[in-house]
């Protein structure tokens, strides 16, 4: 007689993995983003990424609107977030009232990039360094 083991199959869809460092930019939009006490703020629209360098410059924070309807996006410098894998998001140590007073711009003006000056204005506002470097 043989023993045989019993092994347990999932779909790829219920396993998470959290062992890799890296992560498709497709998984990351739409994770939601909470702030320090665990309220959910918003989720992540897109990142924007250096052409040349590679560089996460920061993530494009969906927050407010309706429906899309007057929606505005955030730019929140990607070293501010980090993941929570008890949340199943990411956590930045943000208020709302904070949200408010960032730098912002329209949903549909969200995959264009702004420019250096903007992108200057975003890091001042957060005090990080700008995302290009010196």
Do not use: C
């Not at 890799?20 to 702030?35: A, D, K, M, Q, Y």
């Not at 929606?71 to 949200?99: A, C, I, K, M, N």
Request: negative net charge.
């Amino acid at each position: 007689m043989i023993e045989m083991e019993q092994v347990t199959v999932q779909s790829t869809d219920e396993v998470t993995d959290f062992q890799h460092e890296l992560i498709s930019s497709r998984r990351v939009e739409g994770t939601p983003v909470f702030n320090t006490r665990g309220e959910k703020l918003g989720h992540v629209h897109s990142v924007m990424i250096g052409k040349r360098n590679g560089k996460v410059a920061y993530a494009v924070m969906s927050f407010g609107g309706f429906l899309g309807m007057r929606e505005h996006v955030h730019p929140v410098p990607w070293e501010l977030l980090s993941y929570d894998v008890d949340l199943v998001g990411y956590v930045v140590d943000l208020t709302r009232d904070q949200l408010r007073g960032a730098p912002a711009m329209r949903l549909d003006e969200a995959d264009r990039p702004q420019g250096e000056d903007y992108d200057a204005q975003v890091s001042q506002y957060y005090g990080t360094m700008n995302w290009w470097g010196l």
